[in-house]
Structure formats: structure tokens, C-alpha cells
């Protein structure tokens, strides 16, 4: 486990989406609330691996929605980065 902060998380998604972070929650759908496509979900989740140094396989990605079910993939099977 990477003890992420959800909060930091979830300003992450806000800078690279630019909606609120009060507005994002573990619900937050990333198709339907964020109107992501898939090129957009793989470009979040190029920011996020860039900002917290983490990285994860993209076939664990390709079945997620939920802005919760992200953040719990990276906080549970993310792995840091190489320099």
C-alpha cells in the first residue's frame, strides 16, 4: 500500500480535468462525470503516475470508471517509478 491522500488525489484529477475537487468524490464517474474518452482516462493516468511517481499496468485500467476505483488501484498495486 502507497498511503495516498485522497484529497491530494483528487486535486490531481481537478487540475487535469479542471473541475472543482469539491465536486470529485470515489463516486465520480470518469466517462459520464468528467466526459472523459479513453484517450483521456489513459492521459489522466499518465498525469497521475507523473505526479505521484507511482506506476501501474494499463490493463488494470482499462475496466475502470470510478474515480475511487483508481485511486485504489494506484494506492494498492501502484509501484514507485525508476529515476
Known amino acids: 500500500m502507497n498511503n495516498l491522500n485522497f484529497d491530494e488525489f483528487k486535486q490531481a484529477i481537478s487540475d487535469y480535468v479542471g473541475v472543482d475537487a469539491s465536486e470529485i ?3 465520480t ?3 459520464d462525470d468528467l466526459f472523459l474518452d479513453s484517450l483521456g ?3 489522466l493516468g499518465s498525469e ?3 505526479t505521484f511517481r507511482l ?3 494499463l490493463s ?4 475502470i470508471s470510478k474515480v475511487g476505483e483508481i485511486f485504489d488501484l494506484l494506492n494498492e498495486k501502484g509501484t514507485p517509478l525508476e529515476d
Request: proline share 5%; no cysteine; charged share 20%.
Open 25 to 27: 468524490t470515489r463516486e
Open 41 to 43: 482516462l489513459f492521459g
Open 60 to 63: 488494470l485500467v482499462a475496466s
Open 55 to 57: 506506476n501501474i499496468p
Open 48 to 50: 497521475i503516475t507523473e
Open 29 to 31: 464517474d470518469v466517462y
